[in-house]
Structure formats: C-alpha cells, structure tokens
C-alpha cells in the first residue's frame, strides 16, 4: 500500500511541475511597456553609433531617427492612458491546475486497482527469460531431447548438446553413443573424438579399448603431439604388455611438456610403476598372444580353446602375484574370471587387488566401479 501512495505522490508532483505555468500571473502591462520603450532607445543608439562610424549617410539616420521617435512617441502616448490605472490581471487557472492534478491522480490509481494485480508477487528478470524450460526437471529435459532426437536422427546439435550431459550424468556408453553421432553427422572435431574416447574408456572401467584407441589415433592426425591423446596410447600399449614402448613414449611425452603441466606427476607416476615392473620381469614372464597363437587357436578344438584361455588367465594370476600393483591387470583378471563364471576366483582376485592397491584411491573407485558392473560386491 506505501509503495502506491509514493507512485500518487509522484504523479502529482510531475503534474503540478507540468501545469504549473497555467497558475502563473499575467505579466503587468507597465512591465510590457518599459520593455518596449528599452528597445526604441536601444534603436535609436545603434542609429547614432552607425553614423559615427560612416556606415550610413547623416540623411539617413536622420531618418531612422525620426521613425524610431515616432514609434517611441506613440508607445509613451499609450502607456500613460487608461492603462496604467488598471491593475496588474491574475491568472484563474490555478484551480483548473490542482484539479486536473488530482483527478489524473485519482482516475489512474482507480483503474490500477480495479483492472490490475497488486498482490502479484515479484517475476525476476532472468525467469521471465529463461521461461519454463529453466524450472523443468533435469530428467524431462532429456526426455525432451531424446524424443526429438528418436524423431529427428540426423540432428548433429541435438547429438552434440545431449552427450556431455550424458557424460556428467555418469551414463558413460550413451555419451559415447551421443558422441559417436554428433561426429558422423558434424564431422570429426578433435573435442568430439576426444569426448568418445573419453566416455568409452570410463565405460570400459578405464580400459583402452579398441574404439578408443582409434579416436586416440585420429586425434594425433588432427592435432598431432597432443599430449593427452599420446598418454591414453601410451597407456594402452601398457595395458597389453607392451612395457618398454610404453616406457619410451611416457618418456617422450614427459621430455616435451612444460615444467608446470599439471599432468607432470601422473606421468612421472605411470614411468615409476613400469620401470618397476620392467626391473622386476623374468624371461619367463608370460607374454600376450602373438598372431601366431591366435592362428593356432583358430584350429582348436573347443575344449582345447577354453583349456588354452584357462592358461592365459593362470599365467596372468601368477605374474600379478609378483607385480601386485598393476591395476590393468587386476582389471583383466577380475573381468576374465568374471567371463568363465569363475565367481569365486573372481570375488577372491578383486580381494586381493584391493589389498594390493588399498592406498590408492583411483584404483579403488575403478575396481568398485567394476565389481558393481559384474555384480560381485552383492
């Protein structure tokens, strides 16, 4: 209520200062006259200074003169008539002015009660321009976008807005599929690559996985040296056993970053465990398959076949008995045990890993994150 007090408040005072000049008192006539009588002498002054200065001919200003007398002779005559007698005449409009001030006043205030909405509360600014969609639901929002999407494949933007969401939300295979799309249909960008890549490997539970490696590898043709495509190759060589090129390119990608590259001690870290685990490798250290004993495999029978993976998973538990800390193996074993429906082994490797890596806690989120995926924690 205070707040339209003050705005009726205001509307008068804008009126009054608008009509204020209707209240104001007719000037006096004298005051008229004294001005006209100023302004034929000035005349006659610039008369007089004009022929002192040779502008005119004295027949001239003797003219003017006499015109200018004239005049001012006439003015005199009519000023000391009747005129003088009368009094100076007031202005009637000033109760025309308060009135009108009033009834605006009055007539807006009764219109905006009756026709508008005081009790309305406050509508800020960014609301009214975010609209609904900014009080929506995250989940309807999706919702939203995957429905146009199932309607609309070929929307490389809708594609390219979804998957980071989908990334954030922890769905880690549909921000790759998302991902996936948004590059066949725009194109490959090294930010889409790079987000692929990154999606597929956390739903891998940090594995390299084919997929990945090739985004990897397109990544270094578009933007060849990038560091982070270089680690994540180098990781993957790693992972397949690969120690010494593994070694070699953590090497050279720590020779080529700056002193203050925030990733410094991550790769320093990855040189320390395979220079570790290469000091401690035997000649019998077991191997990856070659091409080889793939081949080889390809003519066993099936029995042979699973006899020869039980062996590969047996010579993978043994070297992890030596080189405990080797997360991507841990994840291999669980995982291989895991495919065999060797529940127990598996639930007995992902034991063992945890007290191997307990105080790692990158490690720890990877092998709980695995053992929820396989169903082993329940």
Known sequence: MLLWIMFALMTSAVLIAVLAPLARPAAPADDADAGALEVYRHQLAEVEAD???????????????IEISRRLLASAATSEGGVTSAAPATSNHMPLAIAAAVFITLSSLAVYLMYGAPGMPSFPVAERQAGPVANAPLGQLIAKVEARLRAQPQDGDGWEVIAPVYFKLGRYRDAANAFARAAEIKGETVERLGGFAEATLLAADGIVTEEARLA??????LQPGQPEARFWLALAREQDGQLNDALAEYKAILAAAAADVPWRSSIEQRISDVSRRLSGATKDAP???TAQDVAAAQQLSEDQRAQMIAAMVDNLAKRLERDGKDLAGWLRLVNAY?????DKDARAALANARKQLGGDEKAMAELAALAKRLGLDS
């Open 338 to 342: 895991a495919v065999l429906g060797r």
């Open 216 to 221: 990897y590898q397109k990544i270094l043709k």
């Open 51 to 65: 022929r002192a200065r040779g502008l005119v001919e004295a027949a001239e200003a003797d003219s003017a003169r």
């Open 287 to 289: 191997r990856g398959p």
